[in-house]
């Protein structure tokens, strides 16, 4: 159902920008949906990291906020994660869901911040 990319390696304070592609779900559907994206880091549990309605109000977990920015572009079935000011503890991989009304989990991006 969804398709992340975008991860790679980067060194602390570098940035990166995350994609997911929902090309299964249909429009109405998509638009009005709560968009979330999460992280599993090794040996912890996935965590919600930002959420964004259909109305584009976003929320972020403490951790992130200042320094992540979510978005979607409907037209396209797209939602993004810009991360900037990245540390080592935001390595993980990320995955995209619609937050509430989960899909089965895709592969997800691999995302290493090097310090």
């Known amino acids: 159902h969804l398709v992340e990319s975008g991860g790679g390696l980067v060194q602390t304070g570098g940035s990166l920008k995350l994609s997911c592609k929902a090309p299964r779900m249909i429009t109405s559907t998509f638009n009005p949906a709560i968009m979330g994206w999460y992280r599993q880091a090794p040996g912890k549990q996935r965590e919600l990291v930002a959420t964004?309605?259909?109305?584009?109000?976003?929320d972020y977990a403490e951790s992130v906020k200042g320094r992540f920015t979510i978005s979607r572009d409907n037209a396209r079935k797209m939602v993004y994660l810009e991360m900037n000011n990245l540390e080592p503890e935001d390595t993980a991989v990320y995955y995209c869901?619609?937050?509430?009304?989960?899909?089965?989990w895709g592969q997800g991006t691999q995302v290493t911040v090097s310090s």
């Open positions: 869901n619609r937050h509430g009304q989960e899909f089965p």
């Open positions: 964004i309605t259909g109305g584009r109000n976003t």
